[in-house]
């Protein structure tokens, strides 16, 4: 079947720190592959997303690519801020479907 | 541009009881989500509209949930009767027709004692 796995969390951080939150995934075919954020008490934002093998995402300094060999949509961030704190959500969609598939989310924490 | 509209924002009731929450989507917007996000988990797609016909709702649990999209504008989504494990977040999703992006609202808590 279709599925997500992200890296387990909280993950906490000091600010200006580097970023990486793994996500893999097991699909039919060839996904397109997305990253939402939940901010505290908002719903969840679409950050970035990639649509074919090798694609870059991007989006406020976050960066993502869509890694075909490893079937992995890596997330990153070079210096992160205490804004980013939030849940990510690591997500497939496949190919001639519009519902999203969603890994268990992954909450960061950003020390001042 | 107003964003998906949820209501209410948060519910309490006791199992057995019966439940409804409603979704306003994006303006225009043709397909219109339903999901459940489970606390620790990842939100699960429920059922799925396109205009006022269901396209997805292979996941939701029938006995006893039921969504309705009328006139392809606004939605329902009802649990009769409630059990323990539905307390979650019901979140609802709008995206234009064709296009992958799906815009969130800011979801329905619920909490079953």
């Known amino acids: 079947g279709n599925s997500v796995t992200q890296m387990e969390g909280p993950v906490t951080l000091s600010e200006e720190a580097f970023l990486t939150i793994n996500c893999t995934y097991t699909a039919t075919g060839y996904p397109s592959l997305f990253w939402y954020v939940q901010y505290p008490g908002e719903g969840l934002q679409l950050l970035l997303k990639?649509?074919?093998?090798?694609d870059k995402g991007s989006n406020k300094g976050f960066e993502a690519t869509y890694r075909k060999e490893t079937t992995s949509f890596h997330l990153e961030k070079g210096s992160v801020q205490v804004s980013d704190s939030a849940v990510y959500f690591c997500?497939?969609?496949?190919?001639?479907?519009?519902?999203?598939?969603f890994g268990q989310g992954t909450r960061l924490t950003i020390n001042p | 541009e107003a964003g998906v509209a949820q209501s209410p924002r948060y519910k309490i009731i006791e199992k057995r009881q019966s439940v409804a929450f409603w979704c306003n989507p994006i303006s225009g917007h043709a397909t219109l989500y339903w999901y459940q996000q489970i606390l620790g988990q990842g939100p699960k797609l429920l059922i799925q509209?396109?205009?006022?016909?269901?396209?997805?709702d292979s996941q939701l649990p029938k006995d006893r949930f039921s969504a309705e999209r009328l006139k392809g504008v606004d939605s329902t989504l009802k649990i009769q009767p409630a059990k323990l494990e539905d307390s979650a977040v019901y979140l609802c999703a709008s995206s234009p027709q064709g296009k992958e992006t799906q815009y969130f609202g800011p979801g329905t808590r619920l909490l079953v004692l």
């Open positions: 990639a649509t074919k093998a090798d």
């Open positions: 509209f396109q205009n006022n016909g269901v396209v997805d």
């Open positions: 997500a497939l969609r496949i190919q001639g479907a519009q519902k999203l598939v």
